[in-house]
């Protein structure tokens, strides 16, 4: 597993070598800001709530998240207790607000994922895909700022996504058992 650390190292460095931009930053600071505590995933599932048209979408959205949290967040965080990479990895530098918490698996990419995955099934296509792309923004600014390796990111949003898949089994499920 060493050359995995190794290579998860060296796309960080790469990264803030010949990605980071000046002009880049304060946007990657934003959109990585979108993520935090998932709030703006949790605020457009709660406004979407209020729209009959959205609300299959919007609580297969919030039940997608929650479940993403539970395993994300609550479980594997704390079993793992992977430090974060600007602690580890000589000259790579974070930007914007320090984390607290443990890196694998990145919460922002999980929420990110299971809220987008779940509104590109239920939200016509001109509303899901531009979430969808605004979650993988999401996804790159955490390696972007600093604050998650690679692997952190990728399982991050495989699990996102596959407790987006849960959810929606889960909501035609029920919606089937009661007609």
Not at 17 to 42: A, C, D, Q
Not at 54 to 81: D, E, P, Q, S
Request: aromatic share 12%; hydrophobic share 55%; glycine share 8%.
């Amino acid at each position: 597993m060493d050359w995995l650390i190794t290579l998860d190292a060296n796309i960080l460095l790469w990264i803030q070598t010949h990605l980071r931009k000046e002009i880049l930053t304060p946007i990657m600071l934003f959109i990585t800001n979108l993520g935090n505590s998932g709030w703006f995933w949790l605020i457009l599932l709660a406004i979407l709530l209020f729209f009959t048209k959205y609300r299959k979408a919007a609580l297969t959205g919030v039940i997608a998240v929650l479940i993403g949290f539970i395993i994300t967040n609550l479980c594997i965080k704390n079993i793992v207790a992977r430090t974060r990479p600007y602690e580890v990895i000589e000259g790579l530098q974070y930007l914007g607000i320090r984390p607290h918490d443990f890196s694998f698996p990145s919460g922002h990419s999980t929420c990110s994922m299971a809220a987008s995955v779940a509104l590109l099934e239920g939200l016509p296509k001109k509303a899901g895909i531009p979430l969808f792309i605004l979650a993988l923004f999401i996804c790159f600014s955490r390696l972007y700022v600093g604050v998650h390796y690679p692997t952190d990111v990728l399982a991050g949003a495989l699990i996102g996504s596959a407790a987006a898949v849960a959810a929606i089994f889960l909501v035609k499920r029920k919606q089937g058992s009661n007609p």
